[in-house]
């Protein structure tokens, strides 16, 4: 079946920090891929999305591009700043109901 | 613009007690709807999906039930809560077929003593 595998947390920043975090994924097929964010105790905002292989998503100075050759849609941002603590989600759209599977989230923190 | 709103935004509820929280989306009509919940420091679980009104699926077998009485409102309820049921739940919403991304409401921290 459909799954995404995120690198563990918590990772640790200071701010300006150059950023990435892990995702791969199993799927049949060429699902859209997405991130989403979670910032403390609200719900999920969409940060990127890409929906073919090669697509880069890119919001906020973030961005991920859709690898097809390594199964995988790692996130990036240059320097980072405090404001982007939270959590971040990578899933993938399986197609039936236009659900998402969902990976276990990367809680990120930033320090001055 | 689309919003969607979940209510109440806290509750505190007594194991055995009755559970019902209410999703509800605005402008737009037809949507596909969606409960997860989302333990402490664990990802997302889809709980229930709703492609129509009256029409749900589930995920998981489990304690919770889901019903979809109006086109843009979601409600899921338990007769009897868990210790187990505490979490965050999170409603989400899409445009339906042909369309990819979901849109979360606030979420409701249920916690169950």
């Known amino acids: 079946g459909n799954s995404v595998t995120q690198m563990e947390g918590p990772v640790t920043l200071s701010e300006e920090a150059f950023l990435t975090i892990n995702c791969t994924y199993t799927?049949?097929?060429?699902?859209?891929l997405f991130w989403y964010v979670q910032y403390p105790g609200e719900g999920l905002q969409l940060l990127l999305k890409?929906?073919?292989?090669?697509d880069k998503g890119s919001n906020k100075g973030f961005e991920a591009t859709y690898r097809k050759e390594t199964t995988s849609f790692h996130l990036e941002k240059g320097s980072v700043q405090v404001s982007d603590s939270a959590v971040y989600f990578c899933?993938?759209?399986?197609?039936?109901?236009?659900?998402?599977?969902f990976g276990t989230g990367t809680r990120l923190q930033v320090t001055l | 613009s689309q919003t969607i709103h979940q209510w109440p935004a806290t509750l505190v509820q007594p194991v055995g007690s009755p559970l019902s929280l209410e999703c509800t989306v605005e402008g737009t009509s037809n949507p596909n709807l969606y409960w997860y919940r989302q333990a402490a420091g664990r990802g997302l679980q889809l709980l229930f999906y709703s492609v129509g009104i009256g029409q749900i699926s589930s995920e998981v077998p489990q304690n919770l039930s889901a019903s979809r009485p109006q086109d843009r409102q979601f409600i899921l309820s338990s007769k009897k809560l868990l210790l187990s049921d505490s979490g965050f739940y999170l409603c989400?919403?899409?445009?339906?077929?042909?369309?990819?991304?979901?849109?979360f409401g606030p979420g409701t921290r249920l916690t169950v003593t």
């Open positions: 799927a049949t097929g060429y699902p859209s």
């Open positions: 890409a929906t073919k292989a090669d």
């Open positions: 989400a919403w899409n445009l339906g077929q042909g369309y990819n991304e979901q849109y």
């Open positions: 899933a993938l759209h399986t197609g039936t109901a236009s659900k998402l599977t």
